[in-house]
Each structure stands twice: as C-alpha cells, then as structure tokens.
C-alpha cells in the first residue's frame, strides 16, 4: 500500500511557473513508476507525464513537452512536476499515480495502482 499526497498547487498568471510535488509514504517509493495526471473541469483526467523507477526514463504528452519537467528523488520518497510557460488550457487538478510494473511507465491511468486526491492548478490569462 502506498499513500499519495500532492502540494504545490496554486494560482498564477499565464507565463508563470509551479512546482508541483508527490510525497510518498508506505511501500518502498523506488519500486514504483511515478506519473502526474490532470483533470480540467468537464474533462476526462489525462495524462501529463511518467518517470521510470529509477528516474532515467521519462514521457510527456505532447502539449506540455518542452514546459514541463517531471524529476525524482528517491531517498525523499518525492516526485516532482516542474511548470514552466504555464497557459490558461494547463488549469485542472493534478494527481500523481504510482504504477508497480517492470516497464518503463505508462501513459494509461488503468495501469496505476495507487493515487493521490489532487492539488488544483489556476492559470488566469
């Protein structure tokens, strides 16, 4: 069992940067695969990124390729979603989701195991 908890979340003018971060606590964090998920209201939760267990590998969506950087750090059982050139289409909660897989991290939100509840991001214009 693992428990997820997201902060970082806030509201901030477009152009602006968040760091967003997971702390994990229960089961060892560096078996997982870690991935951030978003959810805009009326919208379907989508993917944003994933990290592979040992933080070598690494995939965004394409829309946030480029702005966004996902990192790591295992002896602080956190992961981190860093935000950059934020627009007002990034605004959604965002969830980090652990996935216990020998793979190199999905894109699919069925293939995690274990979620956080979220922190919410506000981009104005």
């Known amino acids: 069992q693992v428990q997820l908890v997201e902060s970082g979340g806030g509201l901030v003018q477009a152009g602006g940067s968040l760091r967003l971060s997971c702390a994990a606590s229960?089961?060892?964090?560096?078996?997982?695969?870690m991935g951030w998920f978003r959810q805009a209201p009326g919208k379907e939760r989508e993917f944003v990124a994933v990290?592979?267990?040992?933080?070598?590998?690494?995939y965004y969506t394409g829309s946030v390729k480029g702005r966004f950087t996902i990192s790591r750090v295992n002896a602080k059982n956190t992961v981190y979603l860093q935000m950059n050139s934020l627009k007002p289409e990034d605004t959604a909660v965002y969830y980090c989701?652990?996935?216990?897989?020998?793979?190199?991290?999905?894109?699919?939100?069925?293939?995690?195991?274990?979620w956080g509840r979220g922190t919410q991001v506000t981009v104005s214009s």
């Open positions: 990290i592979s267990r040992s933080g070598v590998s690494t």
């Open positions: 229960g089961r060892t964090f560096r078996v997982y695969n």
């Open positions: 989701a652990a996935e216990d897989s020998s793979g190199l991290g999905s894109a699919r939100a069925s293939e995690y195991d274990y």
